[in-house]
Structure formats: structure tokens, C-alpha cells
């Protein structure tokens, strides 16, 4: 089992940057995927980037070359750099997991306005 804290959400203005963390504790063997996924209100829950055990990453149209994903095995984080952001952006961003057996946890989520 693990547990996935987000951090790093907030309120910025058009064009601004935030960078997510989303923090892992727990057993983090056998991890095959860790993601991030957005909800806006009265929207369903979306892909926006995942990144593969072996490092492939794959993210959702709307975000291509705008929001990076990567994260840092020494501290067991998972990041979403988020560049150029747009009012559509504006969500609750959850950190997510899937383990090589499908079980799958997430975070508690951070909201992203971006707001002029």
C-alpha cells in the first residue's frame, strides 16, 4: 500500500507556472505507473500525464509541451511542472498510482486556478 500526499496547487494568473509534487510513502515496490489527473467541476476525472516504471511518459493532448512530468526515485516524488497555464487548467490535480497487480491509490488532490 501507499500513500500519495500533492502539494504545491494554488491560484495564479494566465501565462504563470506552478509545480506539483506529489509525495510517496509506503511500499513502493512494484509500482508500475504513477500519473496525474484533473478534475474540473462538473467534469469527469482526466489523464493529463503519466510516466511509465521504465520512464516513458505520455501526457494528454491539451497539455503537450506545456506541463512536464518526472519524478525523483531518491525522494520518492512524482512532480508536474506546469508552464503557460490556461483558465482551462483550472481543476483539482490528483497524484495516482498503479501497481504491476492493478491496484491503484490516489492522493487527496490540490486545486489549480488560474484566474486573471
Known amino acids: 500500500q501507499v500513500q500519495l500526499v500533492e502539494s504545491g496547487g494554488g491560484s495564479v494568473q494566465p501565462g504563470e507556472s506552478l509545480r506539483l509534487s506529489c509525495a510517496a510513502s509506503g511500499s513502493l515496490f512494484s509500482i508500475y505507473a504513477m500519473g496525474w489527473y484533473r478534475q474540473a467541476p462538473g467534469k469527469p476525472r482526466e489523464l493529463v500525464a503519466i510516466i511509465i516504471s521504465g520512464g516513458s511518459t505520455n501526457y494528454a493532448d491539451s497539455v503537450k509541451g506545456r506541463f512536464t512530468i518526472s519524478r525523483d526515485n531518491a525522494k520518492n516524488t512524482l512532480y508536474l511542472q506546469m508552464n503557460s497555464l490556461k483558465p482551462e487548467d483550472t481543476a483539482v490535480y490528483y497524484c495516482?498510482?498503479?501497481?504491476?497487480?492493478?491496484?491503484?491509490?490516489w492522493g487527496q488532490g490540490t486545486q489549480v486556478t488560474v484566474s486573471s
Open positions: 495516482h498510482a498503479l501497481y504491476s497487480d492493478a491496484q491503484n491509490y
